[in-house]
């Protein structure tokens, strides 16, 4: 059986959406499946478009993914090079191939007498479809005396080529996910196929380097759906095989009205790239989110799929194994941030104490703490299970690193006895006698003379709480006595006797 080779297409245009990123990850997932080569292939014919520092934003998604092209800008391989400005010089023979065969032609029009016609054409509430319908009337190899458009050509005239679109024929398209298609001609336009600057159209270099370097799959975003007539036709023109084709369903937006847009990110606070955009109009990332990348490509992975089964947590391995292009939607996929941040959450609860307190250790640094990671890992272990990403650590341990400096007045009002004071000072002296400041000696000594005095208690332990926290949250008290050392829980227990005090109620 012929190896199975797929390709992600992108062109360096600005940070790769997460759409994009799915497109990367369905075929890679797809082509590991079936034993297959995965490429990663830089369209970058458009120069108008292009977007210094976004190929490398390509390639550093993907590998933080761990999505590795066997193939590709960096990785190299025996149909490069990967990078289509590099191919340049190989896409005119083939646009003239199809000139000859009587499929192309060459276009003289110049771009402001085409914005002319389309103009009027719109102030009659029409479209202008540079196709059979008007072709004979326009500057073209067609419609122009032999001699005068050779003559233009020999004299320099920009041109561009153009694809003769037959007439009223219905092109019957076959789309694994989309099933069968037909698209009459005449609603389609003599695409350029290649421009006048010296470079191919993306249709161009797009069929050709898919054909040149074998691909036998093509799966990408739905919104390439409207090429796929023309792309069909190039492929007969050409009298290659067709590979198959896969479109995907649109990422939605989390209310489902409309596409998942770059703008959206910012709107509704999640982010839309893999990672953080430097350049210009900076934009959020998932990684400098806190998000782990498996976290990520599991979330990525259910947009647009499904495994067949109740199972919502793959690893990449996993998921090379189940995947299908037969269980990928029609209907579009709407994000759902909170499902990203379920996903991370249950990541992050797989990571070591250590892995975290590493990670959390970094956070501190930043903040001028210095802890070792043998107290952070005790710190992690009691708070992991209420957090989604490491940096939400801080939050539910912050009065661990810094000593309440005011107290919450509804919890005095409600939790500050008369006889607290009394209550504090006698426990003040029942931990200063202990030497083992474990959570378990600490509890088991504080819980000792609260039976021998016949406390409730609940107050003690509410009241405690307080002083030490400046609140009623945090982990397990002992926990936090523990963690904080005798010399702090003494010193913060009278700091608490001295600004609250007698308070009243
Ligand atoms: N260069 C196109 C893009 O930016 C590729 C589309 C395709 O995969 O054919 O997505």
Redesign the pocket.
Same mark, same amino acid.
């Given at each position: 059986m012929q190896q199975v080779r797929v390709?992600?297409?992108? @062109?360096p245009?600005g940070p790769l959406h997460i759409g %994009?990123v799915r497109?990367a990850l369905y075929n890679y997932l797809f082509a590991k499946k079936q034993k297959g080569i995965f490429i990663l292939r830089i /369209?970058d014919t458009d120069r108008s478009r292009f977007v210094n520092g976004a190929e490398e934003y390509i390639t550093e998604s993907l590998k933080w993914c761990g999505i590795k092209p066997d193939e590709g800008v960096l990785e190299g391989g025996p149909y490069g090079p990967y990078r289509q400005s590099e191919r340049k010089d190989l896409y005119r023979q083939y646009a003239e191939k199809l000139v000859e065969k009587g499929d192309a032609y060459y276009a003289f029009d110049a771009p402001e007498e085409l914005e002319l016609l389309r103009y009027s054409a719109e102030k009659k509430g029409q479209t202008f479809t540079y196709n059979s319908s008007v072709r004979d009337k326009l500057k073209n190899s067609l419609s122009l005396p032999e001699p005068e458009w050779k003559r233009f050509i020999r004299e320099d005239k920009p041109y561009v080529i153009r694809y003769k679109m037959p007439v009223n024929e219905d092109v019957n398209l076959d789309d694994l996910i989309r099933g069968h298609i037909v698209v009459n001609t005449d609603t389609l336009d003599d695409k350029v196929l290649f421009k006048s600057d010296g470079m191919p159209t993306?249709h161009l270099a797009?069929v050709v380097d898919?054909y040149l370097m074998k691909i036998t799959h $093509? $799966?990408? %975003?739905e /919104?390439?759906l409207p @090429?796929l007539p023309l792309?069909f036709l190039l492929y007969r023109s050409f009298a290659w095989e067709k590979p198959l084709f896969a479109h995907l369903p649109l990422l939605l937006k989390p209310d489902g009205k409309g596409k998942l847009s770059k703008r959206d990110g910012d709107k509704m606070g999640f982010p839309v790239f893999p990672l953080y955009w430097p350049y210009g109009e900076t934009a959020r990332g998932y990684r400098e989110e806190g998000y782990y990348p498996e976290a990520f490509v599991n979330m990525l992975s259910l947009l647009g799929w499904n495994p067949g089964t109740e199972k919502e947590i793959f690893s990449m391995d996993e998921l090379i194994n189940v995947f299908s292009l037969d269980r990928v939607h029609k209907a579009g996929s709407r994000f759902d941030p909170e499902k990203a941040r379920w996903f991370n959450h249950h990541y992050l609860q797989q990571k070591s104490n250590k892995q975290l307190a590493i990670e959390f250790r970094e956070i501190l640094r930043a903040k001028g703490f210095h802890h070792d990671i043998i107290q952070l890992e005790t710190l992690v272990d009691l708070v992991k299970e209420r957090v989604s990403f490491v940096k939400d650590i801080w939050d539910e341990t912050d009065f661990f690193f810094i000593a309440p400096k005011a107290y919450d007045s509804e919890v005095i009002t409600k939790r500050w006895k008369p006889e607290t004071p009394e209550h504090l000072k006698g426990l003040k002296e029942v931990l200063d006698e202990l030497s083992d400041f474990t959570p378990a000696a600490t509890e088991q000594a504080v819980k000792m003379w609260i039976t021998q005095n016949g406390y409730h208690t609940g107050t003690i332990m509410n009241a405690l709480r307080l002083v030490l926290v400046g609140a009623s949250r945090g982990p397990h008290i002992f926990n936090i006595i523990s963690w904080l050392g005798k010399e702090e829980t003494l010193n913060r227990i009278d700091r608490g006797l001295t600004v609250i005090g007698n308070h009243s109620r």
């Open positions: 390709r992600f297409a992108p @062109s245009t %994009g497109t /369209e993306y797009n898919d $093509i $799966i990408r %975003g /919104e390439w @090429s792309h």
